[in-house]
């Protein structure tokens, strides 16, 4: 049974989203897992793919990633809440998952090959993602009559600004020292001043300012 999201997430929006493994995680005469569900917060699924990739997304997609596997991108549902993410864990992710779907479909001749890998997600699916689902299809190239689109470029990078400095509360000896021997470098004492003026011509006058 799916353990329920806490009241407050019901309630922001994001992207439920289902990743595809290959291969799959374990041994598939006993038991294994094909599919990851998860969801990220409105803005920030680069951001969680990203975690997941480096080992620290979800305690699944870290042994599948120490097993030498690695998964595509199957389907994105985009402005759902957390529930969402526990509604889909309840259904069967092959049942669902967009790849799945197209793989038993071509391997039952309903559709082709090519469209079955634009079903896969062909279009939005990155470089590598695209050497996946050949994988997935049994095939060691894109068939010749595949509308070959360049890979979907990446999401923008989250921005993250610059912490604000710390305000300043004590004004400290050193700071008054500071202070004051940028004044000096700035400025020259009055009797200096009227000295260098007195002795001084109209066209150094003129030069210095």
Do not use: N
Not at 20 to 38: E, K, L, R
Not at 39 to 65: F, K, P, S, Y
Not at 148 to 161: I, Q, R, T
Not at 194 to 206: I, V
Request: glycine share 10%.
């Amino acid at each position: 049974m799916s353990r329920r999201a806490p009241s407050w997430l019901s309630r922001v929006m994001g992207d439920a989203y289902t990743l595809h493994f290959w291969p799959p995680y374990g041994d598939p005469d006993v038991q294994f897992a094909g599919h990851y569900t998860g969801w990220a917060r409105e803005g920030r699924l680069a951001e969680r793919l990203t975690d997941h990739h480096l080992g620290r997304g979800a305690r699944l997609t870290q042994v599948q990633r120490q097993a030498g596997g690695s998964w595509v991108l199957a389907d994105v549902e985009r402005g759902v809440t957390r529930d969402r993410e526990a509604q889909l864990k309840e259904r069967g992710a092959s049942r669902r998952c967009s790849v799945c779907q197209s793989l038993r479909a071509a391997e039952k001749g309903r559709i082709t090959t090519e469209e079955a890998l634009v079903g896969s997600g062909w279009d939005r699916a990155s470089c590598y993602e695209r050497g996946l689902l050949l994988e997935i299809f049994g095939l060691d190239e894109p068939p010749a009559d595949l509308a070959v689109s360049p890979p979907a470029p990446p999401e923008p990078k989250l921005f993250v600004p610059a912490p604000r400095p710390e305000p300043v509360s004590e004004i400290t000896p050193e700071m008054d020292a500071l202070v004051d021997a940028l004044i000096e470098s700035w400025t020259c004492p009055k009797g200096e001043a009227e000295t260098a003026g007195a002795g001084s011509s109209p066209e150094s006058e003129a030069e210095a300012g």
